[in-house]
């Protein structure tokens, strides 16, 4: 199965950029998703990655690297309402199974 | 609209007890999934339909039987309830298994088993 690596938690000032890692097994990989999830909220989609590179979208970005098992999710211009959980996960085989990591608390300060 | 909605949000309930939650997409989508996030907020997948099929079934005991009756419906129904079933189960749907089609998450329905 799959695994996904993701820091716990990070702390970022309002205004700055962050970067959030993810890891995971590249066996029977077929994808890559990031979701948000405020607290007592359910996950929002924002972004998904299955070939190498970046993928824009406004101030959040993707990227993937499928030769290292690597991704990350880039936040520019941090605003409070940024304070939330974002979790990887990873698509393997046919059947659209998602494997999330435990995700990364990130607060924002002032 | 609510694309994916659960009854009920919440359902406190005593051990040993049965209960259902139910799941609907108005979004036309052909798969439907039920999650369980427990305390440490770690997302796992529990069961998956398309087209009414279970396709996906993780190693979750038999006491949780989940049931299509259409496309658009996924309901879970738990048997003897434990302590350890207290969680956020989350519904999601999505338009099929193309490996770029997105999963939608309902609101939860936060479970407590007293």
């Known amino acids: 199965g799959q695994n996904i690596d993701q820091p716990t938690e990070m702390t970022a000032t309002e205004g700055a950029i962050v970067q959030i890692n993810c890891t995971y097994q590249?066996?029977?990989?077929?994808?890559l998703f990031w979701y948000q999830q405020h607290a007592g909220e359910a996950p929002t989609f924002l972004s998904y990655n299955v070939l190498d590179g970046l993928e824009e979208k406004g101030r959040f970005s993707s990227f993937l690297s499928r030769s290292k098992g690597y991704s990350y999710l880039l936040l520019k211009e941090l605003q409070m309402k940024d304070s939330a959980s974002y979790l990887c996960a990873g698509r393997t085989g046919t059947a659209s199974k998602l494997t999330f990591g435990t995700g990364t608390r990130l607060q924002v300060t002032l | 609209d609510t694309a994916v909605s659960q009854t009920p949000k919440y359902l406190v309930t005593q051990m040993g007890n049965d209960k259902s939650i139910k799941c609907e997409q108005n979004l036309g989508h052909d798969t439907m999934y039920w999650y369980k996030q427990d305390s440490k907020k770690f997302l796992k997948i529990m069961f998956s339909y398309n087209n009414k099929e279970l396709i996906i079934n993780e190693t979750v005991p038999n006491r949780f039987s989940p049931k299509s009756p259409d496309k658009a419906h996924l309901n879970l129904h738990i048997n003897s309830l434990e302590l350890g079933d207290s969680a956020v189960y989350f519904c999601?749907?999505?338009?099929?298994?193309?490996?770029?089609?997105?999963?939608?998450f309902g609101p939860g329905t936060r479970l407590t088993v007293l």
């Open positions: 999601a749907s999505s338009p099929g298994l193309a490996a770029r089609d997105t999963q939608y």
């Open positions: 590249t066996s029977g990989f077929n994808g």
